[in-house]
């Protein structure tokens, strides 16, 4: 049964940029869509991007195109999710899900990214 | 980008009830259409795809029907592990998008 492991919490300044790791243990991503979602402190989801593993072609949410790229390294099984520019209202908990296509089935436990001066 | 509309935002219930949950969609989506559940400091757990399917392992209370622009889940008798929100997502057009959510809390 494969999980997904995400990097540990991170604290920023507005304008700098976060990356953000989502390593597959007990099975490998190879074959899978990896999606992004984040989830301001109190709020709903927010579907940010995936990338389609086997072909390495990412896609974005319109609102975060120009600042967010999505990257894997098949061989290590891990994705990443690097978000640029930063600011106070990028303040949010961030997930990896496998992405079936019909739905997330397997979720990263969540990074929490705090943007502050 | 297709918008989806969760009714009720707050809804409290007592163990035993049947709850049903709707969500909208701004336009046809056919049965592409997810429900996730979601506890405090966790991440959201799949419940249903397909506007109707369980995901394995999903409690055979929870079940969930619709198409087109409007669908339901239901829980038929609410236990306490339960209380939690839940989400509606759409898979049928890039960007997927999420309803706003129904907390489910205990009256």
């Known amino acids: 049964q494969v999980q997904l492991v995400q990097s540990g919490a991170e604290v920023k300044k507005p304008g700098s940029s976060v990356k953000v790791s989502c390593k597959a243990s007990?099975?490998?991503?190879?074959?899978?869509?990896i999606s992004w979602v984040r989830q301001a402190p109190g709020q709903g989801l927010e579907w940010m991007g995936r990338i389609i593993l086997i072909l390495g072609i990412p896609n974005y949410a319109q609102d975060f195109q120009g600042r967010v790229t999505i990257t894997a390294d098949k061989s290590t099984s891990t994705a990443y999710m690097e978000l640029s520019s930063l600011r106070s209202d990028d303040t949010a908990v961030y997930y990896c899900a496998r992405d079936r296509g019909d739905g997330m089935d397997v979720w990263g436990q969540g990074t929490t990214v705090t943007v502050s001066s | 980008d297709i918008q989806l509309t969760q009714s009720p935002s707050f809804l409290s219930a007592s163990v035993g009830d049947r709850v049903t949950l709707t969500c909208r969609a701004s336009?046809?989506?056919?049965?592409?259409l997810a429900w996730y559940q979601q506890k405090p400091g966790k991440a959201p757990k799949l419940l249903i795809y397909?506007?109707?399917t369980l995901q394995s392992g999903v409690p055979s209370r929870f079940s969930g029907s619709g198409s087109g622009t409007e669908f339901t889940l239901t829980i038929s008798s609410l236990q306490p592990e339960d209380f939690a929100t839940y989400y509606c997502q759409q898979v049928n057009n890039y960007p997927l998008t999420f309803g706003g959510g129904t907390k489910v809390e205990i009256k």
């Open positions: 007990g099975g490998t991503l190879s074959s899978y869509t």
């Open positions: 336009q046809g989506i056919s049965s592409y």
């Open positions: 397909g506007a109707s």
